[in-house]
């Protein structure tokens, strides 16, 4: 009698579903592995394992086949699940858009972000100015310009410094005067800017000074040889509106810029016996008639001009003096952007550009204050709510005195009814 064996050695033959990749709010077929063998039927079974890091998932799946005769054969699946998709906003706001600089600047909206994949990204919100930044803190912010109409023809002058002749003149690249309600120790305000050298325009200084318990005539004449500063007699009675501050030297300085890299002088009140103050108001500036700021200065610190190999110590007096332009043109941009955990990121910019009273000219009407094409009780509401503004560079003025008095009412009241040219114009 003969016995006949057979053996099955044979492991059964497996093949793995191919790779794959997908997004993570993708749900494909995986799909199974499949198994086949020389003797009988191999059952598959599969373990799973997940690795992840960030946004990706890699899920690795370890496909087993094995016949009856214990027979097992192996093979690796990898699926990862990848995030190529950038957030999304939602509720953004114009691209772009144009205010006057009476309007009041729009709230910033609520924007919101969704991800494919990632539920925990953030909306980052920020706001780039170019040059004039006002400070929402601040009870006005002006800018600070080039005296107009004025005795002298520099924004500042440095008394002293090597190679000058006895006296440095600068005139304003930009500068920004914000000025702050009293808070129980007398207003407050800051003038900060950047200035160049009319003898080298390639150097000048960057500019800040705070300014301190700023109070009016009646409390300043108060202090026995306290005076107001008028030196080409301009003033006439406005000083008695003016505002009058101490430099703090706490914080007041300037940097040099340009030729004058690397120069630092700190800066102080004269006189020092404080008789003299700052002065903010019609004609305060000591050069000319218009709105503006101005007072002197002593300085001390390090002076260098690399245009003339200067490189020391130095000391001496300054006087600055700028008018003001409540109502300036400005553009600033509001920019929010959000990245994933995977890295992807999305930005949207706004830019707003904001007329001041120059570039509101060519569609400027006379008595026309909210800009609509008419004189009506609308404007004569603004007026009213303007009048016995003597700030010299008031809202409503008409005459062109920079106040809002009964002339102007007067003149409003003959042109009111008037349509403007520019009725039918947005």
Request: include cysteine; aromatic fraction near 12%.
């Amino acid at each position: 009698t003969t016995v006949s064996r057979t053996y099955d050695v044979t492991p059964p033959v497996i093949i793995c579903p191919e790779d794959m990749e997908h997004e993570c709010d993708e749900s494909p077929i995986y799909g199974e592995a499949t198994a086949t063998d020389a003797c009988n039927d191999a059952t598959l079974t599969f373990v799973e394992s997940e690795d992840s890091d960030e946004c990706i998932t890699v899920i690795t799946r370890a496909w087993t086949a094995t016949d009856l005769c214990g027979n097992s054969s192996s093979c690796i699946q990898t699926i990862t699940i990848v995030d190529t998709s950038a957030p999304e906003f939602t509720n953004l706001p114009e691209a772009e858009i144009e205010l006057l600089c009476q309007d009041e600047l729009p709230e910033v909206p609520e924007v919101t972000v969704t991800d494919n994949c990632d539920q925990l990204v953030e909306v980052v919100f920020v706001e780039e100015f170019n040059g004039f930044n006002p400070d929402p803190e601040a009870e006005t912010n002006c800018e600070g310009v080039q005296p107009l109409n004025a005795q002298a023809d520099w924004a500042m002058s440095l008394f002293g410094l090597p190679n000058s002749g006895g006296e440095s003149n600068y005139n304003v690249v930009f500068s920004q005067v914000s000025t702050y309600e009293d808070m129980g120790n007398g207003e407050e305000a800051i003038i900060t800017g950047t200035f160049y050298d009319q003898a080298n325009p390639n150097g000048g200084w960057h500019v800040n000074i705070p300014l301190v318990n700023g109070v009016n005539w009646t409390d300043w004449s108060s202090t026995p040889g306290n005076i107001y500063k008028d030196d080409y007699d301009l003033a006439g009675d406005s000083y008695e509106d003016w505002i009058y501050y101490i430099i703090d030297s706490n914080d007041a300085y300037m940097v040099g810029w340009g030729d004058f890299e690397g120069s630092y002088i700190e800066i102080a009140h004269i006189p020092f016996d404080l008789s003299v103050g700052w002065q903010y108001g019609v004609g305060a500036n000591n050069v000319g008639p218009n709105l503006g700021l101005g007072g002197w200065l002593y300085y001390e610190g390090i002076y260098i001009d690399s245009s003339q190999d200067i490189d020391q110590a130095v000391s001496g007096a300054g006087d600055i003096a700028v008018d003001i332009n409540c109502c300036p043109t400005y553009l600033f941009t509001r920019i929010w952007s959000a990245i994933d955990c995977a890295g992807n990121e999305t930005s949207f910019s706004q830019e707003i550009t904001v007329l001041g009273t120059d570039a509101q000219e060519p569609f400027f009407c006379l008595a026309d204050f909210n800009f609509d094409g008419n004189r009506s009780t609308a404007d004569l509401a603004i007026l009213l709510g303007n009048y016995g503004c003597f700030s010299g560079n008031c809202q409503c003025d008409l005459n062109g005195d920079g106040f809002t008095t009964s002339t102007d009412v007067s003149i409003f009241l003959t042109l009111f009814g008037q349509p403007c040219d520019n009725q039918n114009e947005d």
